[in-house]
T-cell receptor, first 113, second 112 residues
Framework: DAGITQSPRHKVTETGTPVTLRCHQTENHRYMYWYRQDPGHGLRLIHYSYGVKDTDKGEVSDGYSVSRSKTEDFLLTLESATSSQTSVYFC????????????FGPGTRLLVL | DQQVKQNSPSLSVQEGRISILNCDYTNSMFDYFLWYKKYPAEGPTFLISISSIKDKNEDGRFTVFLNKSAKHLSLHIVPSQPGDSAVYFCAASGGNDYKLSFGAGTTVTVRA
């Protein structure tokens, strides 16, 4: 199994509060991704990173920001959480771009009340 | 607009029989396809992949078939086992965009 951890694994928060989710990898892979999983939608890409301090938006990036100051850590921040951001969040990594398998972390279940 | 579609939300199959999961895509630039398996409260795990230069890839009990002209792929699991009960996601990438597009998933239940 790829060495990917996510923290916290579960979080309950209130609308309007900031939330930061952390993804940590021990594989030294260049590419890291944040997805959310919702019923009927599969996994949708929020943001991704192609190197330290190099990030870009995915298809559902509104309301989210990311940072990557070290190869091993990729942070996802909800600046002001809303109920529509209740979801399961997955981090993924890949060694290269292109036709490359992504490996996923265990997920963070977030509930915004 | 979803570019990868799994039109069957669920599939029930008897243990020992074949499970066939289907996936359709709309983007003709897709040239790499993957299947992931997901158990509850865990992350998706990679199962099998296929590039567009092939029409079949096999790994043990799992075989993926690709029909480029129909923009369709399928995953065959033979024989199905109770541990195969999970959600299966189809994913695709291609062109200049290395990002994966996922289908909504198919929940497979293997009955004893």
């Amino acid at each position: 199994d790829a060495g990917i951890t996510q923290s916290p694994r579960h979080k309950v928060t209130e609308t309007g509060t900031p939330v930061t989710l952390r993804c940590h990898q021990t594989e030294n892979h260049r590419y890291m991704y944040w997805y959310r999983q919702d019923p009927g939608h599969g996994l949708r890409l929020i943001h991704y990173s192609y190197g330290v301090k190099d990030t870009d938006k995915g298809e559902v990036s509104d309301g989210y920001s990311v940072s990557r100051s070290k190869t091993e850590d990729f942070l996802l921040t909800l600046e002001s959480a809303t109920s529509s951001q209740t979801s399961v969040y997955f981090c993924a990594i890949s060694e290269r771009e292109g036709r490359e398998t992504q490996y996923f972390g265990p997920g963070t279940r977030l509930l915004v009340l | 607009d979803q570019q990868v579609k799994q039109n069957s939300p669920s599939l029930s199959v008897q243990e020992g029989r074949i499970s066939i999961l289907n996936c359709d895509y709309t983007n003709s630039m897709f040239d790499y396809f993957l299947w992931y398996k997901k158990y509850p409260a865990e992350g998706p795990t990679f199962l099998i992949s296929i590039s567009s230069i092939k029409d079949k890839n096999e790994d043990g009990r799992f075989t993926v078939f690709l029909n480029k002209s129909a923009k369709h792929l399928s995953l065959h699991i033979v024989p199905s086992q109770p541990g195969d009960s999970a959600v299966y996601f189809c994913a695709a990438s291609g062109g200049n965009d290395y990002k994966l597009s996922f289908g909504a998933g198919t929940t497979v239940t293997v009955r004893a």
